[in-house]
């Protein structure tokens, strides 16, 4: 009985010693590569291939089921991997010379994938938390990617494919959604998201663009694509469901969107050159839309208020569009077809409607409506 009982405690001893162990595969061809591997814990597996010159790979896991992969073929490559925790996964491919892929995951069953084919390209990531998924694909040259996620069910997604791309998406909270996508060189994308499922995409297809993103607050929504060269464009959202739309074509535009409060919706539509595009919103449920199809056109919204609603539609050249709302329930349309049109409307107060077509140019509005049911229409053409 006693011999039967060493005999069970051996067998038992055995299996937990092998479902303790850690797994490491290293395979390094070419002149001199180097790897460092440091696991601590309980069935962490790492696997590292390098094929070419003076790659570097360093991995530590520290913590129990981690997972990383790392592929360098071609010379001078770095790829440095930390996972601390439990259930992380990266991988990390490179296919060029002198890339750098930095992943920091601490916490539970977060993901990281980067891609980098090309040469001198930075991808980084630094995951806190659970579940955080990250993917990065560079292709070209010395683009840049940085994703920094803490928190629960955080998304992101960037994509570079030309050269000297910078990408940034910085996410606290839960369930946030950030994707940007680069096609083009010299381009910037900055999104930053603090709170419960805001939701960011910026897409630009051209050269020397820049946009930027900011959402504090619940299910924010911004969309931004520029396609051409030089835009700018900046979203700041702040509050619950606040909806921001941005689409420039052509060259040198810019647009910016500010939401303060909840239920606001702003949409900003520039095709051309060197249009500016301004939108204001404080309160809740006011509604903006600005379009401009033509070069030099100015438009600017300012909504203090609730259930507010401003459109301004330049069609030409160098015009200029102004509305101030104050109150609640106020209207205006602005519509320009034509040159160097000048309108401005104020309306302060509740339920106040105003209208203004222009048609031709070099035509002047100046409207003021302060006080409540008030109903303006304006036409001017030559």
Do not use: C, P
């Amino acid at each position: 009985m006693k011999k039967i009982t060493l005999s069970l405690l051996a067998l038992f001893a055995a299996g937990f010693a092998f479902a303790q162990s850690n797994d490491d595969v290293t395979i390094q061809l070419g002149m001199e590569n180097e790897a460092y591997v440091t696991q601590i814990g309980w069935r962490n597996d790492n696997d590292i291939t390098q094929i070419g010159m003076s790659n570097e790979a360093y991995v530590l896991q520290l913590g129990n089921l981690n997972k990383n992969t790392t592929l360098s073929i071609g010379d001078r490559n770095l790829s440095l991997v930390s996972q601390i925790g439990d259930g992380n996964t990266n991988s990390t491919y490179q296919f060029g010379n002198a890339n750098t892929g930095w992943v920091d995951q601490l916490g539970t069953s977060n993901q990281s994938t980067q891609l980098q084919v090309g040469n001198r390209n930075v991808g980084y990531v630094d995951q806190d938390g659970w579940m955080n998924v990250s993917a990065q694909v560079q292709l070209g040259n010395d683009n840049h990617a940085y994703a920094l996620q803490d928190g629960i069910l955080n998304i992101s997604t960037q994509y570079q494919d030309g050269n000297v791309n910078y990408a940034l998406a910085d996410q606290e909270g839960i369930l946030n959604i950030s994707t940007q996508t680069q096609l083009g060189d010299q381009n910037t994308a900055i999104a930053s998201q603090t709170g419960i499922l805001n939701q960011s995409t910026q897409y630009q297809e051209g050269n020397w663009n820049e946009a930027y993103v900011e959402q504090l607050g619940l299910f924010n929504t911004s969309e931004q694509t520029q396609i051409g060269g030089g835009h700018n464009v900046y979203a700041l959202q702040i509050g619950i469901n606040n909806s921001s739309r941005q689409e420039q074509y052509g060259s040198l535009n810019e647009a910016y969107a500010f939401q303060l409060g909840y239920n606001n919706t702003s949409s900003q539509l520039q095709v051309g050159w060197l249009n500016d595009a301004y939108a204001t919103q404080v309160g809740n449920n006011n509604t903006s839309t600005q379009a401009q199809l033509g070069n030099y056109n100015f438009a600017y919204v300012n909504q203090d208020g609730s259930y507010n609603s401003a459109l301004q539609l330049q069609l030409g050249d160098s015009n200029t569009a102004y509305i101030h709302q104050d109150g609640s329930y106020n209207g205006a349309t602005q519509l320009q077809f034509g040159y160097s049109n000048t309108a401005i409307d104020l309306q302060y107060g509740y339920v106040n409607q105003s209208t203004v077509m222009q048609l031709g140019a070099n035509h002047s509005h100046f409207g003021l409506q302060a006080g409540a049911l008030n109903t303006m229409v304006v036409y001017q053409s030559n």
